[in-house]
């Protein structure tokens, strides 16, 4: 039976991941720092509050993991948050801090302690990016610094690990529809004197096929990329296509 961990898996993208691979009968492990979430996941997805920024953490949940399930085939590096709504010259250091300490510093611990548990077998470690890891994003650089970050760890640890049959790759969404977006779209629209409602579109307006992705369209490609054996180092963008990454400037 395969055996993945989730990163943020009790809310949003996370969750709908989880209950993707549980439904195809996968053993389902998720962190999250959100103690009420985590205690209301659904029945059979093991859940454990840790912040993926503490080392101490997640080294243990590591030997947690091999205690129980003795490896892991698949670990989706998802946990990110979404930083601070405001000019690089008014970026506070503490928040740019705290981005890139979550999204990054995040995911190099979650592959540091979690790799050592699928070099046995090998698998997949999937990380969750963003299209603004391949564009710049006004407004947001420490999350968009975040996200090229991770995209240059997943190639670095693609080499890496690729010889123990670990293959890593990223999923770049777009705009995911649900709340999380929602709080985006109004601290932007608050920035920069619009409605929320004028953001929302301009980013749709951005794609090709005019609209906002799901999260269910995120978590079916982290299931094609948990199993597709020979496709690693790749960026996978799920954004209904990106034709102008800002169509609102």
């Known amino acids: ?25 996968a053993q389902v492990w998720v962190t999250d720092v959100d103690a009420a979430a985590i205690g209301a996941l659904p029945a059979g997805i093991k859940g454990d509050v840790v912040s993926v920024a503490n080392e101490v953490g997640m080294a243990g949940l590591a030997a947690k993991i091999r205690s129980y399930w003795g490896g892991l085939d698949v670990v989706c590096v998802n946990a990110g948050i979404k930083g601070p709504t405001s000019a690089i010259t008014e ?9 890139l300490g979550v999204g990054l510093d995040g995911a190099f611990l979650t592959v540091k302690h979690m790799a050592p548990l699928m070099e046995p077998q090998g698998g ?8 603004a890891g391949l564009y710049g994003f006004p407004y947001r650089a420490p999350y968009a610094a975040a996200k090229w970050g991770i995209i240059g760890l997943m190639k670095t640890a693609a080499m890496e690990l690729g010889p123990k049959g670990i293959r890593c790759n990223a999923i770049a969404p777009g705009s995911v529809e649900g709340p999380r977006i929602d709080r985006v779209f109004a ?30 369209d995120v978590a079916h ?6 199993s597709a054996p020979r496709v690693s180092g790749q960026v996978i963008a799920v954004d209904g296509f990106t034709i102008n990454p800002d169509p609102k400037i």
Do not use: H
Not at 1 to 25: C, D, K
Not at 221 to 226: E, K
């Open 187 to 216: 601290a932007e629209a608050a920035a920069k004197g619009m409605t929320p409602q004028e953001v929302a579109s301009g980013y749709a307006a951005g794609t090709a096929l005019g609209c906002l992705v799901t999260a269910q």
């Open 91 to 99: 970026t506070d250091l503490g928040e740019w801090r705290d981005c």
């Open 1 to 25: 039976m395969t055996r993945v961990l989730i990163t943020a898996g009790a809310n949003g993208i996370g969750l709908v991941m989880a209950q993707s691979f549980a439904a195809t009968g």
């Open 124 to 131: 997949a470690m999937i990380f969750t990016a963003s299209t």
């Open 221 to 226: 490609t982290a299931l094609y990329l948990a």
